[in-house]
């Protein structure tokens, strides 16, 4: 719990340091930008007589508007950052909610049967891997704002160096000035569309993932099975009666062979029970064709009645993979499960 806590506490700290660098290069283009506008009025009332003044003019312009373009696209780019935001505050409450029903499973007992503590590591080693995949994303995102700043001290850095040469080569044409501009924003918004490009993409993916594990949490599985009556097992254990039935698409493989085939990856909560009146009676629960827990009934010297056998526990699936309950040798007796 404290592991949970503190990976929470990272990704708000992430979230705050996200902002604070937005303020950051918000104010940066802003005093960049003005301090272009400086250089330009200066560089205007040195060439007071020239007539081409106004071609300059249009050039600034046309690079301001270009700072507009920039300063939308950050604000795009804010916007997605805030719905990803929102995403993430979604999947913390489905994973509070997943606590909670974690909780419900530490204190369901049925006849002193318990999960094991392994089962309910399973299932927070498996938040924590839904956190760093968070965690992953917000880095993503923290490495495009990295570069959207570089990219406007890159753009800056050009824009300085172009007007040293201006002060440095005062009998160069305006027309080659213009020229050097041209050239330096077509520069800029080819590194723009890129990064927006890159952005974009990276965006797309994260949000795909924060939908695939939505859906996984989302997703609800129940089935409930008994035997018809009591009847000679042996080997896989077959349960020809359904009584509930919950997202399972594999019902008839499960009607004729008694296996539970996982459509959807997840925790499960597997109980069972087999009524026999055979002493000493062991039967198992088989993932994979390897038993993953086991119960027996207990021996009572002369005892021809019959007696119960229990399982519980949790269990950690993936697609594909075939639950099943196995009795080692025939027997006679009744039996039921519950996913």
Not at 70 to 76: F, P
Not at 126 to 142: F, I, V
Not at 143 to 155: H, I, K, R, V
Not at 200 to 205: P, R
Request: charged share 20%.
């Amino acid at each position: 719990m404290a592991e949970k806590k503190e990976v929470k506490h990272r990704i708000d700290q992430m979230e705050l340091e996200n902002e604070k660098t937005l303020d950051i290069l918000t104010k940066q283009l802003h005093d960049k930008f003005s301090i272009l506008e400086d250089k330009i009025k200066q560089t205007s009332k040195q060439n007071e007589t020239l007539q081409t003044t106004t071609i300059l003019e249009n050039e600034f312009r046309s690079m301001n508007e270009t700072y507009t373009l920039l300063k939308r696209t950050h604000e795009v780019l804010q916007q997605r950052f805030n719905l990803q935001e929102s995403e993430i505050t979604t999947l913390r409450n489905k994973s509070v909610a997943l606590e909670k029903k974690v909780s419900v499973i530490e204190h369901l007992k049925t006849i002193n049967q318990s999960l094991s503590l392994h089962n309910v590591q399973n299932e927070v080693q498996e938040l924590k891997q839904t956190t760093s995949l968070l965690t992953n994303n917000q880095n993503a995102r923290n490495q495009d704002f990295l570069a959207l700043y570089n990219m406007t001290l890159t753009s800056d850095k050009n824009v300085q160096e172009q007007f040293f040469q201006l002060e440095r080569h005062q009998n160069l044409t305006f027309g080659n000035v213009i020229s050097q501009i041209k050239n330096n924003s077509k520069q800029m918004d080819n590194q723009l569309d890129m990064l927006t490009h890159n952005i974009n993409a990276s965006l797309t993916t994260a949000f795909s993932n924060m939908n695939m594990l939505r859906s996984q949490i989302g997703d609800n599985i129940a089935l409930t099975a008994c035997t018809v009556s009591t009847k000679v097992i042996n080997g896989a254990v077959p349960f020809p009666k359904i009584y509930t039935s919950v997202g399972i698409t594999n019902q008839a493989t499960f009607l004729s062979t008694g296996k539970f085939v996982c459509d959807i990856p997840g925790l499960y909560y597997i109980s069972s029970y087999i009524r026999t009146n055979q002493n000493e009676f062991v039967y198992y629960l088989m993932k994979n064709n390897v038993p993953i827990s086991k119960s027996a009934t207990t021996y009572w010297s002369g005892s021809i009645g019959y007696s119960t056998s229990v399982i519980t526990t949790a269990v950690d699936i993936q697609s594909n993979d075939e639950l099943y309950l196995k009795s080692p040798v025939p027997i006679v007796s009744k039996a039921a499960i519950r996913v």
